[in-house]
């Protein structure tokens, strides 16, 4: 999908490549958290592939040429593969990438609000 290759060429230029399978689906698994989740891309267990969902902003957008917010969250993704269950890491790389792609406004400030539920979770040494 053009989607998807959009997405990755602006990881690329960030030097992010190593990314596997990207798949678009309809409807994301009922997650267990103790608050509503709102997401663009989620993976299952910490393994490939990572999901990218039709119907939200990031991919609309991403459909209309416009793949920074896309690329950011499968950035998000990726850390989890990466390094684990941890929101902390996987929300300063999704913040790192909107900010190198210069996307502001209410797209950056969401996931500032999101990044701050989850300040302190990161690995215990």
């Known amino acids: 999908m053009d989607e998807i290759v959009r997405a ?3 990881l690329a230029v960030l ?3 190593d990314v596997p399978s990207v798949q678009v689906v309809d409807k994301a698994p009922e997650f267990n958290y103790p608050r509503p989740v709102v997401t663009a891309a989620y993976i299952i267990c910490c393994e490939p592939p990572i999901y990218v969902l039709r119907s939200t902003e990031a ?3 991403a459909t209309k040429g416009d793949a920074r917010q896309l690329a950011a969250s499968i950035a998000h993704e990726l850390i989890h593969i990466q390094e684990g269950v941890y929101q902390g890491p996987a929300y300063a790389e999704q913040l790192r990438v909107l900010k190198a792609l210069k996307v502001g ?3 950056l400030y969401r996931v500032k609000q999101a990044a ?3 300040r ?3 690995p215990k040494d």
């Open 105 to 107: 406004g209410d797209a």
């Open 15 to 17: 030097g992010i490549q």
């Open 116 to 118: 701050e539920l989850f």
């Open 8 to 10: 990755l060429a602006l």
């Open 120 to 122: 302190h979770d990161w």
């Open 59 to 61: 991919f609309k957008k």
